[in-house]
């Protein structure tokens, strides 16, 4: 043991001894190390992110919908657009299933629409959908102020609209918005419930810009669309997966969909959007790893080419140590657990710098960060095992030096 920590305290004070070059050979660590930590912790942050802002969704509820929600690489657009229009006879015939409590039946209209009033107006983002009172419940939306939809708005066929926070926050700041009168292109609504803040999906979009108004009324002010969206809530979370069966059985018979062929329409719940999230996830991590591989290389190579130098520059010291008694193995041991020092020092650099990116970004610019144990460890590992690697040969070739050769070197 003493010895071992003889050899690493005389690694570190040659290090010392040549600073600049000690920390340009560090270089490649040092970006290796730090492009893992800084890129994981961002995909990390990202992917609970994902799983905690993505749960737009009810507890035990999944949806219906005619074109995929999350897609990555290359998709066939023309395939879905074949499909049928998902139709709000075939929403009411999920009514009766066994395990199905709440079908919410869902009419959007591409892009946003700008909500007004006498005084103020929304920028045109805000997302309106035609519902029924089951959206409520499909999609888990907390009533702050009023109430929500009730059938006998959609009976009567009355111009009410149920608004997010950031809605309410815009056209009536500081005042209460039930009761008040807002107008949707050229409709006036009356405002009759404000939904619990929900805040933001990925740090990036807010999930608060949105107005709910009776589907019947929303044929009447801003068209009847062809498709619709279905959100499903199960009888209880359990029953989830029967729920999704049914409705796949239901489904299919209803729109014609012949046995042996793939469902044309598309089904996700919470867990499915995570999945799709995680493989994105381990695409960057799979680019990471070759660019940290990439550094890696690099830097190992900076670190044999280093040590070769210092082997030469230390021939007449080592042939003394040799001359004095040392055996090979030590000699061996010394340039070894150097390089493998330096290349720790490195790694230690760059988990640091990448922790660093990684706490700016969540603290200055509000990016989802999360540093995870494993991307340090193997940051530190990987830097330790390219100069434990790389400082083989250098090592190698010292302790096979000549001593009388070596202190005639001048």
Same mark, same amino acid.
């Given at each position: 043991?003493?010895?071992?920590?003889d050899?690493v305290?005389?690694?570190?004070?040659?290090?010392?001894?040549?600073?600049l070059?000690?920390? /340009?050979?560090l270089l490649?660590?040092? %970006?290796g190390a730090?492009?893992?930590?800084?890129m994981?912790s961002?995909?990390?942050?990202?992917?609970?992110k994902v799983t905690k802002?993505?749960?737009q969704?009810g507890?035990?509820?999944?949806?219906?919908?005619?074109?995929?929600?999350?897609?990555f690489?290359?998709?066939?657009?023309q395939?879905?657009?074949?499909r049928? @229009? !998902? $139709?709000r006879? &075939?929403?009411?015939?999920l009514?009766?299933?066994?395990?199905?409590?709440?079908?919410?039946?869902?009419?959007? @209209?591409?892009g946003?629409?700008?909500?007004w009033?006498r005084?103020r107006?929304t920028?045109?983002n805000?997302?309106?959908a035609?519902?029924?009172?089951?959206y409520q419940? +499909?999609? *888990?939306?907390v009533?702050? &102020?009023?109430?929500?939809?009730s059938?006998?708005?959609?009976?009567?066929?009355?111009?009410?609209?149920?608004?997010?926070?950031?809605?309410a926050?815009?056209?009536?700041?500081?005042e209460?918005?039930?009761g008040?009168e807002l107008?949707i292109r050229?409709?006036p609504? $009356?405002?009759?419930?404000?939904?619990e803040?929900?805040?933001?999906?990925?740090?990036? #979009?807010?999930?608060?810009?949105?107005a709910v108004?009776?589907i019947?009324?929303?044929d &009447?002010?801003?068209?009847?669309? /062809?498709?619709?969206?279905?959100?499903?809530?199960? $009888?209880?979370?359990?029953?989830?997966g029967?729920?999704?069966?049914?409705?796949? +059985?239901?489904l299919?018979?209803l729109?014609n969909?012949k046995?042996?062929?793939e @469902?044309?329409f598309?089904i996700?719940?919470n867990d499915?959007?995570?999945?799709?999230?995680n493989? !994105? +996830?381990?695409?960057?991590?799979a680019?990471?790893f070759g =660019?940290c591989?990439l +550094?890696?290389l690099v830097?190992g190579i900076? %670190?044999? @080419?280093?040590?070769?130098v210092?082997? $030469?520059?230390?021939?007449? #010291?080592?042939?003394?140590r040799m001359a004095l008694?040392?055996?090979?193995?030590?000699?061996?041991?010394q340039?070894v657990v #150097?390089?493998? =020092? /330096?290349?720790a020092l490195?790694?230690?650099?760059g988990?640091?710098?990448?922790a660093?990116?990684? =706490?700016?970004?969540?603290?200055?610019? &509000?990016v989802?960060?999360?540093?995870?144990?494993?991307?340090?460890v193997?940051? !530190? =590992?990987?830097a330790?095992?390219?100069?434990?690697?790389f400082g083989? *040969?250098?090592?190698?070739?010292?302790?096979?030096l000549d001593?009388?050769?070596?202190?005639r070197?001048?």
């Amino acid at each position: 043991m003493t010895s071992l920590l003889d050899t690493v305290s005389m690694a570190l004070s040659t290090l010392r001894a040549n600073p600049l070059r000690s920390l /340009l050979t560090l270089l490649g660590i040092v %970006i290796g190390a730090s492009t893992v930590v800084a890129m994981m912790s961002l995909t990390e942050g990202f992917r609970l992110k994902v799983t905690k802002d993505l749960a737009q969704l009810g507890a035990g509820s999944f949806q219906v919908q005619k074109w995929p929600v999350m897609s990555f690489g290359h998709v066939d657009w023309q395939k879905y657009a074949r499909r049928k @229009n !998902l $139709t709000r006879e &075939q929403g009411e015939a999920l009514r009766d299933l066994p395990h199905v409590a709440h079908v919410s039946i869902e009419a959007w @209209n591409p892009g946003g629409e700008k909500l007004w009033t006498r005084e103020r107006a929304t920028k045109p983002n805000v997302q309106v959908a035609g519902g029924l009172p089951d959206y409520q419940f +499909a999609n *888990y939306v907390v009533v702050a &102020q009023g109430r929500f939809l009730s059938d006998v708005d959609l009976q009567l066929g009355r111009r009410v609209v149920f608004i997010g926070a950031d809605v309410a926050d815009l056209l009536f700041p500081g005042e209460d918005p039930v009761g008040k009168e807002l107008r949707i292109r050229s409709t006036p609504f $009356t405002v009759i419930g404000v939904a619990e803040r929900m805040g933001t999906a990925l740090g990036i #979009e807010s999930r608060d810009g949105f107005a709910v108004i009776p589907i019947n009324v929303f044929d &009447q002010a801003l068209g009847r669309p /062809l498709n619709h969206n279905l959100a499903i809530q199960a $009888t209880s979370p359990e029953d989830v997966g029967k729920a999704i069966d049914e409705t796949v +059985a239901t489904l299919r018979r209803l729109r014609n969909v012949k046995p042996g062929d793939e @469902n044309d329409f598309e089904i996700f719940t919470n867990d499915s959007v995570s999945e799709s999230f995680n493989s !994105l +996830a381990a695409v960057v991590a799979a680019a990471t790893f070759g =660019v940290c591989a990439l +550094a890696l290389l690099v830097g190992g190579i900076g %670190i044999m @080419n280093i040590m070769l130098v210092s082997v $030469t520059e230390r021939t007449r #010291e080592i042939g003394v140590r040799m001359a004095l008694g040392a055996r090979r193995a030590r000699i061996l041991a010394q340039f070894v657990v #150097e390089s493998t =020092v /330096l290349a720790a020092l490195g790694g230690v650099g760059g988990v640091l710098l990448g922790a660093a990116v990684a =706490v700016a970004a969540r603290e200055i610019w &509000q990016v989802p960060s999360s540093i995870p144990a494993w991307a340090v460890v193997l940051s !530190l =590992v990987s830097a330790s095992g390219s100069g434990l690697l790389f400082g083989i *040969y250098p090592a190698a070739r010292a302790s096979k030096l000549d001593p009388v050769e070596a202190m005639r070197t001048e």
